[in-house]
């Protein structure tokens, strides 16, 4: 279990890697991770500043109804895509909500996600879509719908808005983001092309997810270092 220090700092690193991977929309979009010894509270990225720009000084507390428990800086509106997500899925750790630019153009498409290239595997079995509004999630109520549309998925595409991942921890729910904006765009590509005419088998998929998708802390690890400037 991390101490909350530590999980401050995933927290800084997932803001820096969402953004730099173009997941950043002005100063919308957020990320959390509940607190390790405390389910019922976590940490938030706080209101009017982009997700690169997180430090341990400016995050927030907030609790399972929404409520900012401690920290000086605004909370976001849309609070309730996580307060209700980690209320029901207590095998859930960390939350990521963002406005991913390819997902929200693919969203409009109203298409299943194909196996197109490796991100689209992990997806191919399909993936719910939250469509009961393109506004935020500004109450609880929302974020119930979010939830139940979620269920007990890793990931969702919120129709006209963006997308929600979770993992265990902020490193997994970073790394789904990341997959599922790629996959989208090369979906995206191949639509404008007229659509795929071969896509992975199941078997494929399933394969390959099984060998990628463990290497997930590996991937953040190398983002970290990339965001960090340590490489190049
Ligand atoms: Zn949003």
Do not use: W
């Amino acid at each position: 279990m991390p101490s909350v220090d530590t999980l401050k700092q995933s927290l800084i690193d997932a803001g820096k890697i969402l953004a730099s991977e173009g997941q950043g929309d002005l100063i919308f979009g957020h990320v959390t991770a509940r607190l390790p010894d405390d389910a019922e509270h976590f940490l938030m990225k706080p209101h009017q500043i982009g997700l690169e720009e997180i430090t341990a000084d400016n995050l927030i507390t907030v609790n399972l109804e929404g409520e900012k428990v401690a920290g000086d800086a605004p909370r976001h509106i849309e609070v309730f895509i996580h307060s209700e997500i980690l209320r029901v899925r207590p095998d859930i750790g960390a939350v990521v909500h963002t406005h991913a630019p390819n997902a929200v153009a693919f969203s409009a498409l109203g298409r299943p996600l194909q196996g197109i290239g490796h991100e689209g595997t992990y997806f191919h079995g399909g993936l719910p879509v939250f469509s009961e509004t393109a506004d935020l999630i500004i109450d609880q109520t929302r974020g119930k719908a979010v939830a139940r549309a979620m269920a007990d998925s890793d990931v969702l595409i919120m129709r006209n808005h963006g997308i929600v991942t979770a993992g265990r921890n902020i490193e997994e729910a970073t790394v789904l983001a990341l997959y599922l904006e790629r996959a989208c765009k090369s979906q995206l590509l191949v639509e404008a092309c007229g659509g795929a005419k071969h896509i992975c088998s199941h078997e494929d998929a399933v394969a390959k997810a099984g060998r990628v998708l463990p290497q997930s802390p590996r991937v953040f690890d190398y983002l970290v270092r990339r965001v960090n400037g340590e490489i190049g």
